[in-house]
């Protein structure tokens, strides 16, 4: 059914949508922190054309920002101005051929890596990484020395004018934990080229990948992942080169911050460079602690350490 806003703070009239578009929705229950605060507007769009005519009809000024599964995201407090877009059915497909793999951006990272393997593609270093397609190319996702950017072959995009493109992969500026997708552009579909494999010893890799995360990482507890990248261009000897990398927990091992928390964030004790709601921590805590690790870790080593979390919207007022 057509849906028509006729108000909503901020007082501005949206397009219609086939979608779902909701007022003052909490986003706190949509990440994987379960913290902060609304968004003015969240939008689910019924398909790529809901999604594009509502972007071209969307005034100008009011801000966009496309959401995941918000396993790589902190919310604050005091919520997102504008519009959140959160893709989900139709925009999860999945397929194969060629030796390629083409997945919408809402399709779960480890639902393609499976998808690919039963097809004899070799997508698994996805298998373990939490979180959607449409992130994991903004971020170039990786793990055991794969990344994004050695699979990606193309993405398609709704820009913030509704216009749909389809972008290479070398257009986009791909980098550690980083990309340079146009502003307010709306990731709706990657394609992926890999190699061959055998379905059976595809699926014992990926069990194997997933025990070594699991014996390494807090996987039952409320984190978003990895906190801080680790530094580019150290080796643990303090010397520019990629033989022995520095890693973040090893800095915050080094200042003494395994353990350390601000009311209910910590950083946890089984891989400190996961920063967690151990229990009704609000963004404020979890924000406030991480930054209290940079500036330690600064003061022991000299290193900044920067965050691979995103960090979005706004404190809370009192704040």
Sequence with gaps: MTKTPETAAPAIRLPEVRGVLTPERPLAELTWMRVGGPADWLFQPADRADLAAFLAALPAEVPVMAMGVGSNLIVRDGGVRGVVIRLGRGFNGIETGDGLVRAGAAALDAHVARKAAEAGLDLTFLRTIPGAVGGAVRMNAGCYGAYVADHLVEVTAILRDGATVTLPAHDLGLGYRTSKLPEGAVIVEAVFRTWAGDPEELAAKMADQLARRDASQPTKDRTAGSTFRNPAGYSSTGLADDSHELKAWTLIDEAGMRGARIGGAVM????????????????????????????????????????????????????
Aim: net charge negative; glycine share 10%; charged share 30%.
């Design 268 to 319: 946890n004790e089984k891989h400190s460079n996961f920063l967690t709601n151990a229990g009704g921590a609000t963004a404020t805590d979890l924000e406030s602690l991480g930054e209290a690790v940079r500036k330690r870790v600064y003061e022991v080593r000299g290193l900044t350490l920067e965050w691979e979390i995103m960090r979005v919207g706004e404190p809370a007022p009192d704040d």
